[in-house]
């Protein structure tokens, strides 16, 4: 069901979670498309369109259970169950994912971290003592500890020989690659991150809209 869905309802769905906890914690049991649109600056439309690719949520007019829709939703994503993600690169950006609770809220475990530099082997991160491991034990490690999901945080020029090592590892089945460059994958699912697109595309809003006004 999961690979009919389009890559920016996926991107909803994963909002609409984030919305939905927020809305739990807060107490409430129920919530409108509506309120979800108001929340998200989404149409309704849009909303209660996305979630009938899963069939019905709640009754119509009275809402939705958000309990309901939150188990939904994490089945839909594949969160009902927890995925052990390992990091290569122990700098900045591998240290921040390490340390970030939210990913372990979302059901994603960093058990590991991979680097080549060996004045870090053998230390570890945050209060979870998540160890770093050399890079060359990276393929026996990820078997051990049955990793699926592999980051990429290394300098970009290292960025592809990582993800060729990291698809010789059978049991990764998906890359999250934070270096700002394209690289190639095959047989697993690749997602890139990148804060200056958001940069750029946010400037180019501001700047479109004051030529707008001259
Ligand atoms: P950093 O220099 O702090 O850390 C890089 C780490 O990778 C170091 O610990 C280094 O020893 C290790 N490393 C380098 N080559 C390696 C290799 N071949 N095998 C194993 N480990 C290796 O760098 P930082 O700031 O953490 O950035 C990491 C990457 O993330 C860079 O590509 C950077 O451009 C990118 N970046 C991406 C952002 C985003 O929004 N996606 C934001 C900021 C940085």
Known sequence: MNSKIPAPVAKRLALYHRCVITLLESG???????ELGERLSLKSSQIRKD???????GKRGSGYNLNYLKESLENILGINRPWNVG???????????ANYEGLLRDNYRVIALFDRNLSKWGTSVGSRRIP???IKEMCSKIEELSIEIGVIAVPAEYAQSI???????????????FAPVKIYVKNVDLEDVDISISFKALTFKIWSESLGKE
């Open 28 to 34: 409430k049991e129920l919530v409108s498309s509506n």
């Open 87 to 97: 990091i290569v690169g122990a700098g900045n950006i591998g240290m921040a994912l």
């Open 132 to 134: 770093i491991i050399p």
């Open 51 to 57: 979630l009938s690719y899963f069939g019905g949520f």
């Open 163 to 177: 993800a060729n090592r990291l698809m010789e590892c059978k049991k990764i089945k998906g890359i999250i690659n």
